[in-house]
């Protein structure tokens, strides 16, 4: 009668391969700062004009240590009528603490730019959505954001140059 080896161990004569480490893990998410002005409640809900959407969205990182980052997403959104008055103002900075595994150099601001983002984003989207419903607006549903291309537009803009990492004791910047 013969046996099998379990599946789990590795043929006669081979080591096992340790398994790679994966390229992000997400430790926490978190509001960290958020702030939302409604200043001309409540006649702004009663009015039924069209209003003036602004909408800015940006990333940036600071570092912890060799692998270890915050990213956080800048969502700025503001509501003003035809004549100009505000309807609402919000900020919300959305951040999350990665660490990322062994990557190349060259996959490092892709990672922390463009997939870090992609993480966080559905999380802000929601919050922004729930802020501005319960301000009484109807829920503002941003549309999903390209981060590849905000991440070139960076390139471009650091003339072809990754962004740079801010390293440094991670607070409000």
Do not use: W
């Not at 969502?75 to 008055?85: G, L, N, Q, R």
């Not at 929601?126 to 991440?151: C, H, K, M, S």
């Amino acid at each position: 009668m013969t046996t099998t080896p379990p599946p789990s161990a590795p043929p006669s004569g081979q080591t096992a391969q340790a398994c790679p480490a994966a390229p992000l893990t997400m430790h926490g998410q978190y509001i960290k700062d958020f702030s939302f002005e409604n200043p001309r409640a409540p006649q702004s809900l009663i009015e039924q004009t069209q209003p003036q959407l602004t909408l800015n969205v940006q990333v940036a990182n600071r570092q912890f240590d060799a692998k270890t980052f915050e990213v956080s997403i800048t969502i700025e959104a503001s509501a003003h009528t035809p004549e100009k008055e505000p309807l609402f103002m919000l900020e919300l900075i959305y951040a999350g603490t990665v660490t990322l595994g062994d990557l190349p150099p060259e996959a490092t601001g892709p990672m922390l730019f463009i997939e870090t983002p992609r993480l966080l984003f559905p999380f802000a989207r929601a919050i922004v959505a729930n802020a501005t419903r319960e301000a009484g607006f109807p829920p503002l549903n941003i549309a999903p954001v390209d981060f590849v291309a905000l991440y070139r537009q960076q390139l471009e803009a650091n003339g072809g140059q990754a962004p740079g990492i801010q390293s440094g004791p991670v607070g409000h910047a």
